[in-house]
């Protein structure tokens, strides 16, 4: 059964910097493209970033790119994200998901295939 875990959330100035991670259990993490989205109180679910199973390739979503940046450790079962430059735009509930897709990754939050609980990010002074 898929599992997936976020952490690294927390309050963090304006300007400041986290690294959110998501750790997989049960199944073949390789086989996965992971993506990461948020969601704000009263705000649709946003795409961030996603990245292809062996980490071949990734997109970004415009709102943050620049700023954020995504990778992953096969080997550990972890993708992370590291987020740059924060605004408090970026305060958010942020939620990692897997695709099965090979060589590949969408920013469509459709084709995923379980998600993870989340982790909240604000962004504040």
């Known amino acids: 059964q898929l599992h997936l875990v976020e952490s690294g959330g927390g309050l963090v100035q304006p300007g400041g910097s986290l690294r959110l991670s998501c750790a997989a259990s049960?199944?073949?993490?390789?086989?996965?493209?992971i993506g990461w989205f948020r969601q704000a109180p009263g705000k649709e679910r946003e795409a961030v970033a996603c990245?292809?199973?062996?980490?071949?390739?990734?997109g970004t979503a415009n709102s943050v790119k620049g700023r954020f940046t995504i990778s992953r450790d096969n080997a550990k079962n972890t993708v992370y994200l590291q987020m740059n430059s924060l605004k408090p735009d970026d305060s958010a509930i942020y939620y990692c998901?897997?695709?099965?897709?090979?060589?590949?990754?969408?920013?469509?939050?459709?084709?995923?295939?379980?998600w993870g609980p989340g982790t909240q990010v604000a962004v504040s002074s």
């Open positions: 049960g199944f073949s993490f390789g086989l996965y493209a």
């Open positions: 998901a897997a695709d099965r897709q090979d060589n590949t990754c969408t920013l469509n939050a459709s084709t995923y295939d379980a």
């Open positions: 990245i292809t199973n062996r980490a071949g390739g990734s």
